[in-house]
């Protein structure tokens, strides 16, 4: 059985008012990960994330991409251990 693991994802650039967080929110469904997107006052996207590690590390590549109208300058990650405390992922106000 695969090890759940969490990532924390501080993403920088033009991620706000582009779709950033839903694009998110449908690829982390695709992955079935569960966790987190939402707006930072700084203009990053705050990510939290558990799930397999092979399906963040393919979530991860799709955010360094983005949406099409995003533009990514940097994508800060943290990994940690899993606390399973998402049900679902969610996107935050």
């Known amino acids: 059985m695969p090890q759940i693991e969490s ?3 501080y993403v920088s650039g033009k991620v706000q008012g582009v779709g950033y967080r839903d694009f ?3 690829r982390a469904a695709d992955l079935q990960l569960k966790g987190y997107a939402r707006n930072l006052a700084d203009g990053r ?3 939290e ?9 393919e979530l991860v590549q799709s955010l360094r991409q983005g949406p099409p109208r995003s533009k990514v300058t940097a994508v800060d990650i943290s990994w940690g251990p899993s ?8 996107i935050r106000s």
């Open 7 to 9: 990532i924390h994802i």
């Open 24 to 26: 998110t929110q449908r």
């Open 45 to 47: 996207v705050e990510i």
């Open 49 to 57: 994330v558990e799930g397999e590690r092979a399906k963040i590390e």
């Open 83 to 90: 606390s399973n405390r998402f049900h679902a992922f969610s």
